[in-house]
């Protein structure tokens, strides 16, 4: 009798778990959508429409502001530089990570551990707090007001968590793999390149889209960096303009859409990637 009591129970009680889960899964979607969908929305109208109706769809919706700031030039410029920053940081973020995990996953050498230890004490100084001695060093070297300080910057300051993340992958991969890859006549560096590469695409995607957001999305490394208006990024253009036209909240809202917009649509291209990289780092790590 008790146990048919406790069989009819369970299905209420997955219903009711579930419906949880549902729940709090909406309001979190719903957090994260609503202030860029409002964002979209307000961009779409005339600045007395953002004050008077700031919740309401732009019906029609009015493309003045987003017709007006991609005919400049400066949108244009910010983009090209935010591009090149976050390309050249990518990549050097890859090639850094990769070479360094493959050496501390693979390879056995003298004070390995200490060494490993001190590369990872970069996860406890945020920029935010290294920034200062951090562009008294660039100012020495005579490289600020260039973009290669930003991309530096941005590599130093992603390499440790990165490091930490593919070491962790490239430790899953058997040992005999590259025992017998030695066998057939393939270097360490071939076995790096060749093999171990092909087969941590999922995890060099994650961390490469991980990194490409980071840079994109940096507002305070180039602010600190950068004093010419033509070598300003996207984050930086828009603090600008949002104090140049302060009263105009339409206007910024397009803007600030646009910057936006391509980090959108680089996850919607790359989301398999993303999420599978994640997942299988999450379990193997």
């Known amino acids: 009798m008790m146990e048919t009591h406790r069989s009819a129970s369970r299905p209420w009680r997955k219903v009711l778990t579930r419906s949880v889960q549902y729940a709090v899964l909406t309001g979190l979607a ?12 307000s961009g779409l109208k005339s600045r007395g429409e953002a004050f ?9 919706p009015d493309w003045t502001n987003v017709v007006e700031i991609l005919g400049g030039s400066a949108f244009w410029t910010m983009l090209r530089n935010s591009t090149v920053v976050m390309a050249a940081a990518t990549f050097g973020v890859l090639v850094v990570s990769s070479l360094a995990a493959f050496v501390f996953a693979r390879m056995t050498f003298r004070r390995k551990p ?4 001190l590369l990872m004490l970069g996860l406890m100084f945020p920029i935010n707090i290294a920034i200062l001695p951090v562009y008294l060093l660039i100012r020495q070297l005579d490289l600020t007001n260039h973009l290669a300080a930003v991309i530096l910057v941005q590599i130093a ?5 990165n490091i930490m993340i593919l070491r962790s992958f490239f430790a899953t991969v058997p040992f005999e793999l590259q025992d017998a ?9 071939d076995f790096y390149w060749r093999i171990l590469l092909p087969i941590a695409r999922p995890a060099l995607s994650a961390v490469a889209a991980l990194t490409m957001i980071i840079s994109w999305n940096d507002l305070l490394v180039p602010l600190v960096m950068i004093d010419e208006e033509t070598l300003w990024t996207l984050p930086l253009g828009t603090m600008q303009f ?12 397009a803007f600030t859409a646009l910057t936006i917009l391509p980090t959108i649509l680089f996850y919607l291209l790359a989301e398999r990637q ?12």
């Open 30 to 41: 719903f957090l994260v959508v609503v202030p860029v969908v409002m964002l979209a929305f």
């Open 52 to 60: 008077m109706h700031p919740y309401a769809p732009p019906i029609p």
């Open 114 to 117: 200490i060494a490993f230890n």
């Open 157 to 161: 300051f992603n390499i440790s968590g």
């Open 181 to 189: 890859s030695a066998i057939d006549g393939c270097t360490t560096f």
């Open 242 to 253: 949002q104090g140049q036209y302060g009263m105009d909240f339409a206007k910024i809202s």
């Open 274 to 285: 993303i999420v599978a990289g994640m997942a299988s780092g999450a379990v193997k790590g």
